[in-house]
């Protein structure tokens, strides 16, 4: 089976998605690191009631960026982990971290990308009057938000409904597509060709 460590820096919603789907037998895959750039996030909570091993990389511990990566990869390492899983993790990680572990990164956003990019996507959609969002997962590169597609789901912006409301419906449908998109990493049904991802039949 496959190690999977997710980063995370705030709630965790889907670092528990994630987890749950492995609870079920949903996603077969260990999910063996939670990593956080925050100590005070409560995906931490989540990892500890999960019996997930959680590494707190606190930026303001290290030099700088590299110092900063270079210990999340010495645990990545030690951990053997397989796919990296970003989910809500407010850094940018650098063209290097990117470089040594090209499409085995993944990401997961809360708008048809490449529309609404950037932390605040779902009131963007919101108060743009967008008719319909989505979720998106992709594999991750040198920019924000961006990097080959691996799954979207559009989702219908209901008539009168409040950003609670849109929020709620767009995060439902990320602990869908999220173990969903994993699964499919982990069975190997995902082929890079170029910037296009191509999905395997089983
Ligand atoms: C999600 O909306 C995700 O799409 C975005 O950050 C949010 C993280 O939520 N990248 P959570 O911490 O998983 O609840």
């Known amino acids: 089976m496959k190690n999977i460590a997710v980063l995370a820096s705030g709630n965790g ?9 492995i609870k079920k037998g949903k996603l077969k895959a260990h999910l063996k690191l939670l990593i956080s750039d925050n100590p005070e996030a409560y995906c931490l909570q989540r990892a ?52 040594k572990y090209r499409g085995r990164v993944v990401n997961i956003h809360p708008s048809l990308l490449p529309v609404f990019k950037g932390a605040q996507a779902i009131k963007d959609a919101f108060d743009y009057g967008a ?9 991750v590169d040198e920019e924000m938000d961006h990097g080959p597609i691996i799954l979207q789901e559009p989702l219908k912006i209901k008539e009168g409904w409040s950003l609670e409301e849109l929020e709620k419906n767009i995060h439902n449908l990320e602990h869908k597509i999220y173990p969903r ?3 499919l990493f982990l069975k190997g049904r995902l082929r890079l060709e170029g910037r296009k991802v191509r999905i395997l039949k089983p």
């Open 13 to 21: 919603s889907n670092f528990q998605a994630i987890a749950d789907a």
């Open 48 to 99: 500890a009631k999960a019996k997930v091993k959680a590494f707190i990389a606190d930026r303001r511990d290290f030099s700088g960026r590299k110092d900063f990566e270079e210990q999340i990869i010495l645990k990545l390492r030690s951990e053997k982990i397989d796919l990296i899983i970003l989910a809500g993790f407010m850094r940018l990680l650098s063209g290097e971290f990117i470089k």
């Open 131 to 139: 008719k319909v969002s989505g979720v998106t997962v992709h594999f």
């Open 181 to 183: 998109a994993i699964s």
